[in-house]
């Protein structure tokens, strides 16, 4: 019996991010063996033995030792919990609609709040504490611009950080996935700069491909994902993962709003002073405007 990763609320529910947890007590050569993963997730993990390894550039017997270390009895259980990973990071929310059993109006409320509460929970337990610190040190370095990306679902945690951001410190942008391709608005970025990105399953290629541009140009990227991490996480520094349990057919993005506005205020906290006076900047202006709109405006000569 290998290790509970079929679970959503476990706290090593998925091969990728029990790897990650692990990393710390693996050998060298098993820790080249979980990068190829992580950066071929789960591709590299569906292939042969002899391939896995020659990927990495160790030999088999290695391998063995790796999947041992992860908990599972033989390689055949590992990749049988990769295939299920895969179907469930390509499931829709029709299929997942059509195998719910529906539910009366009146339990389905109280069901949805207590679904929510396990997500909390579960965020904090698979989430990196590390990488979250890390990520509000970025964040709340001036000297750097801040992008950040989201999907067409994620988009509205995206467009929610990025503006309560602008109220904390200057160079924050918005990448408007509606204006244009994504990796197009990314051809200025520079060594330095910071891309947050939100991709949950079903994962969009143009995130994916705008995460590759930005890290191969030297900028720091920054991934907020689901259990079964998106294909971004091989070019993001810091992996946030965050739980999308639910009630119904759609993921949840609980636990990843609750860790936004947690990092918005631990970057304000961070700044202090410095985000106190330009928050009251930026009341004065709203101000003004308000008072500017009230005028009457002189009439035409």
């Known amino acids: 019996m290998g290790p509970d990763v079929t679970n959503d609320t476990a706290p090593d529910s998925r091969v990728g991010e029990l790897v990650r947890h692990r990393l710390a007590s693996l050998s060298p050569a098993e820790r080249k063996l979980a990068r190829v993963l992580l950066a071929s997730y789960p591709i590299a993990g569906l292939e042969s033995v002899a391939r896995f390894a020659e990927r990495a550039g160790v030999s088999p017997p290695t391998v063995t030792r790796f999947i041992t270390k992860l908990g599972f009895t033989g390689y055949p259980e590992f990749q049988e919990v990769l295939r299920h990973e895969v179907q469930a990071r390509l499931s829709s929310p029709l299929e997942r609609y059509r195998d719910e059993p529906q539910e009366q109006a009146g339990s389905l409320l109280t069901d949805s709040l207590g679904v929510s509460r396990r997500n909390l929970q579960a965020t904090v337990e698979q989430l990196s504490h590390h990488d979250f610190e890390e990520t509000v ?35 924050i942008a918005l990448v408007d996935a509606e204006r244009g ?77 609750a860790v936004v506005e947690a990092m918005v205020a631990a970057v304000l906290n961070r700044l202090g002073p410095r985000a106190q006076s330009r928050m009251r900047n930026l009341e004065r202006l709203r101000a003004s405007d308000v008072i500017g709109e009230g005028e009457p405006r002189p009439s035409a000569q």
């Open 137 to 171: 040190a970025l964040l709340s370095d001036v000297r750097r611009r801040v992008l950040v990306l989201g999907g067409r679902v994620s988009g509205q945690l995206a467009r929610y950080l990025s503006g309560q951001l602008h109220l904390l410190r200057p160079g």
């Open 181 to 257: 391709a994504p990796a197009q608005q990314l051809i200025d970025v520079r060594k330095g700069d910071v891309l947050v990105v939100f991709d949950y399953r079903r994962y969009q290629a143009d995130t994916i491909e705008s995460a590759r541009i930005a890290s191969t140009q030297g900028c720091s990227v920054v991934l907020f994902t689901d259990p079964w991490l998106s294909p971004a996480s091989a070019f993001a520094r810091q992996v946030l993962v965050t739980s999308v349990e639910t009630v119904g057919p759609f993921d949840s993005l609980v636990g990843a709003t």
